[in-house]
């Protein structure tokens, strides 16, 4: 694979990051995922975190190099990643029961597929054009679909904060998953939270992350500024993974990008964003362990779908 990758996470104007970040890949697999704990439970920062630990726990268990199927660890690790919260809200005697939004994306022999619950949100931008968005799983957004209100007035409506889907609390969670979609020289990905969408905008983001000759690390460093800027005195916390995708037919590569043809099939790189994790740092459960919680996530299912 050729890519090259930038992550970050903001404070903002909140007291606590409540985002989590991160991105791992091995020789012929990458994942990215956002997660947005959401603030109107505590210890929405606690479910952030253990959903993004989750996705990179697997991910380095199950991409040898690549992942049998990834639509299918997609939705596996999303049911999983719904439970470990549950779980660990219970051992530490939270109540309610915490919340997040995420999106996660994995890339494999130039594929993409990718999933999300809540508003946390993935662009595909192609030839300086929104290719591709997922849509917020929101009061507003089925507002907006059913030409209730308009984009201006989704931006200041009072139920903008009213998200229908997430991982965490008492339900179980219906995330979105996306059909694959193969990934063109130059394609750039983005996975953000809504302290970035939300005071950029669709227009404002395309400009910025539109032209593929700027580098991202000149790129998304003024982008989240910008986001803090215009969020002002309530600016939520910012966070962000923008992706280059490179053929590997191209040219000698750019300063940043990463090559991973020579890395060993069994070797993985992590990186986390404001997560209090160390690199490699994980979620230790068995294989028995995962094995019995995917049953009791299914056994679940079967039972709420009667």
């Known amino acids: ?29 990458l994942l990215m995922v956002v997660a947005d704990g959401m603030g109107g439970i505590p210890n929405g920062d606690m479910a952030a975190q253990v959903a993004t630990q989750t996705f990179v726990q697997r991910f380095q268990r199950m991409a040898q190099p690549v992942l049998d199927d990834p639509q299918h660890f997609l939705v596996q690790t999303m049911r999983m990643a719904h439970y470990n919260i549950v779980e660990q809200a219970r051992a530490k005697h939270f109540s309610p029961i915490p919340c997040t939004t995420i999106v996660v994306c994995i890339v494999q022999q130039g594929t993409a597929y990718w999933a999300h619950a809540g508003d946390s949100r993935l662009y595909l931008l192609r030839r300086r054009r929104i290719a591709l968005r997922t849509h917020d799983h929101s009061r507003v957004q089925q507002l907006l679909s059913q030409g209730l209100i308009s984009a201006e007035e989704a931006a200041t409506h009072p139920d903008r904060n009213r998200v229908l889907c997430c991982l965490g609390g008492p339900l179980l969670p219906n995330p979105e998953f996306s059909k694959p979609h193969p990934l063109r020289d130059n394609d750039r990905l983005l996975l953000c939270s809504d302290g970035l969408w939300g005071p950029l905008g669709n227009a404002r983001i395309l400009t910025m992350l539109g032209d593929t000759k700027k580098d991202l690390n000149a790129i998304v460093p003024d982008m989240l500024t910008q986001a803090e800027v215009r969020g002002g005195k309530t600016c939520d916390n910012v966070s962000l993974v923008a992706m280059h995708w490179r053929d590997e037919s191209t040219a000698a590569p750019e300063e940043h990008t990463i090559l991973t043809q020579n890395m060993g099939s069994s070797y993985f790189t992590a990186m986390h964003g404001d997560t209090g994790m160390r690199q490699g740092e994980l979620l230790h459960f068995t294989d028995d362990e995962i094995e019995r919680t995917i049953a009791e996530i299914n056994q679940s299912i079967r039972k709420f779908s009667k």
């Open 1 to 29: 694979m050729k890519f090259s990758i930038y992550q970050e996470s903001r404070l903002g104007q909140r007291s606590l990051n409540q985002d989590r970040t991160a991105y791992c890949y091995s020789r012929d697999a």
